[in-house]
C-alpha cells in the first residue's frame, strides 16, 4: 500500500471513530412500543404489574400460561373457579378458540381481558360492542380513568399522561352486564373530573361463570403504575376478580413476545455495536482492496512432461500389426504378462511348470485349471515359430481373463 493510500485509509477511519463515539453519546430515545411483556421495562411493557402483583394476590394462585388458550384449556386439571387473565394491546382469539373459552368460563370459571380489542365471537355472544374514540378535536388524547362503585371511585379520576387511543362499549346487555367503570379525554385542561363518561369496565354472567372485559390495558403497564396514585387504580381493577381460585395470566397474546434472533440482528439493535460492526466491516473492505493485491512477482505454471509411453506403445504396436508379426506381438504379450506376475505376486517366471502354477493360483486367489490352461498356451505359443491371427486371440483373451478375474 502506498503512503497516500494509507492515510486515506487512516483518516476514514478515524471519521468513522468520530462518527461512532458521537452516536453512543446521544441519549437512548424512548421506546413507547405497547409491547405489555413481563420482561420489558418500557414504558409499555408490565414489569412493576408483574413485580407487584404477589402483593395484590396470593403468590401461590399465580400462575402464568405460555400456550395458546385452546391447547392449555384441554388440561383437565383446571380446577374449577379459576381465573385467565389476559392483558395486551390485542387479544384476538379466533371463533374456535374463543368458544373454547366460553365454554370453560360456562362451567364456573372467570374470564379477565384487558385489551383495546377483544375477539368477536366473545363480544357477539355477550351482545356488546366496542367503539373507538372519535371525538378528539381539540382535546388531549390522554385519558381519566374512574371506578362507578362508590366504594371505589376517586374523588379525582387517575390519568395517564401520554396521548393513547381510547375504545369503549356503545352497545351491553343492560339486563345483564354491570358497568364497573369509565373513562374520558382531559377537556379544557381539566383532569379533576370526567365530563362525558364512557363506559370502559364491565362484568358479566355468562351461564355460570363471569366475564370481565377492561378496554384500559394502559392501567398494568410500567408508565401508568409508577404514579403511586394510579397503582391504587391497578389493584382495585385486580379486586374484581375472585378471591379463591387459581389465577392464569396470559403470557402468550403479548406483542413484545420473544423470538430467536440471529446474532446480526442482535448486533445491529444495538446502538454501540452496530458501529462497531460497520467499523469492522470498512476495515475488512479496506484491507482487501489494499493488501489483498499481490506483493510478488507471478510464479510461472511450469507444464510437466509428457508421458509419451502409451503413444510408443501405440506406434510399436501399430507397426507390428503392419507387418503381420503376430508372434512378435504375442511375445511382448507375454512378456508383459510374466512382469505384471512378478511385480504383483512375487514369483519367479523362468519356470512355468506344475509349482509355478499352484503358487500363482495360491497368491492370486484364481481358479488353478484357469491359470493351468494359461501358463500351457503361452508355453505353446512360445515354441512356435509362427503365430495365427486366431493364436494371438486367443492368448490375449486368456490373458484379459486372468487379469480381470477377481
Do not use: C
Not at 392483558?87 to 383495546?116: C, M, P, R
Not at 362525558?196 to 355468562?206: D, E, G, L, R, S
Amino acid at each position: 500500500m502506498s503512503k497516500r493510500y494509507k492515510i486515506m485509509a487512516g483518516v476514514l477511519i478515524a471519521f468513522l471513530a468520530v462518527l461512532i463515539l458521537a452516536e453512543a453519546s446521544q441519549p437512548e430515545p424512548i421506546n413507547w412500543f405497547p409491547g405489555y411483556g413481563k420482561q420489558d421495562k418500557i414504558p409499555f411493557g408490565t414489569y412493576v404489574f408483574y413485580e407487584q402483583l404477589p402483593e395484590v394476590i396470593d403468590a401461590e394462585r399465580i400462575e402464568e400460561v405460555n400456550i395458546p388458550p385452546f391447547e392449555f384449556l384441554l388440561d383437565s386439571t383446571i380446577t374449577k373457579g379459576s381465573s385467565y387473565f389476559f392483558v395486551n394491546g390485542n387479544v384476538y382469539n379466533d371463533a374456535s378458540e374463543s368458544n373454547k373459552i366460553l365454554q370453560w368460563v360456562g362451567e364456573g370459571n372467570t374470564l379477565f381481558v384487558s385489551a383495546k380489542s377483544i375477539s368477536q365471537t366473545i363480544l357477539d355472544s355477550l351482545w356488546l360492542n366496542l367503539s373507538y374514540y372519535s371525538e378528539t378535536a381539540n382535546l388531549k388524547k390522554r385519558p381519566l380513568v374512574n371506578f362507578t362503585n362508590p366504594k371505589l371511585k376517586a374523588a379525582s379520576p387517575f390519568r395517564l399522561n401520554k396521548d393513547v387511543g381510547t375504545v369503549y362499549f356503545d352497545e351491553i346487555d343492560t339486563l345483564k352486564t354491570t358497568v364497573l367503570g369509565e373513562f374520558d379525554l382531559i377537556r379544557d385542561d381539566d383532569s379533576s373530573q370526567i365530563k362525558k363518561p364512557k363506559v370502559n369496565f364491565i362484568k358479566t354472567p355468562y351461564k355460570e361463570g363471569t366475564v370481565i372485559l377492561h378496554t384500559f390495558p394502559e392501567a398494568f403497564t410500567n408508565v401508568f403504575m409508577l404514579d403511586s396514585l394510579n397503582a391504587n387504580y391497578t389493584a382495585k381493577v385486580l379486586s374484581y376478580l375472585p378471591e379463591q381460585g387459581k389465577v392464569y395470566f396470559d403470557q402468550y397474546y403479548k406483542n413484545s413476545k420473544s423470538y430467536a434472533v440471529s446474532p446480526l440482528q442482535l448486533i445491529l439493535t444495538n446502538k454501540y455495536l452496530k458501529w462497531s460492526w460497520y467499523l469492522l466491516a470498512l476495515a475488512a473492505l479496506l484491507w482487501v482492496i489494499f493488501e489483498g493485491k499481490r506483493k510478488q512477482r507471478s510464479i510461472p505454471i511450469i507444464k510437466p512432461l509428457p508421458n509419451k509411453t502409451l503413444d510408443y506403445t501405440r506406434t510399436i504396436a501399430g507397426m507390428y500389426l503392419d507387418k503381420k508379426d503376430n508372434r512378435q506381438i504375442a511375445m511382448h504379450q507375454i512378456n508383459h504378462l510374466l512382469e505384471h506376475i512378478r511385480s504383483s505376486y512375487s514369483l519367479a517366471t523362468e519356470r512355468l511348470n506344475l509349482e509355478f502354477i499352484q503358487k500363482l493360483s495360491a497368491k492370486s486367489s484364481r481358479d488353478q485349471n484357469q491359470i493351468k490352461t494359461l501358463i500351457d498356451y503361452i508355453v505353446l505359443i512360445r515354441q512356435k515359430a509362427e503365430v495365427s491371427e486366431d493364436e494371438l486371440i486367443k492368448l490375449n483373451t486368456l490373458i484379459e481373463n486372468f487379469k480381470n478375474t477377481h
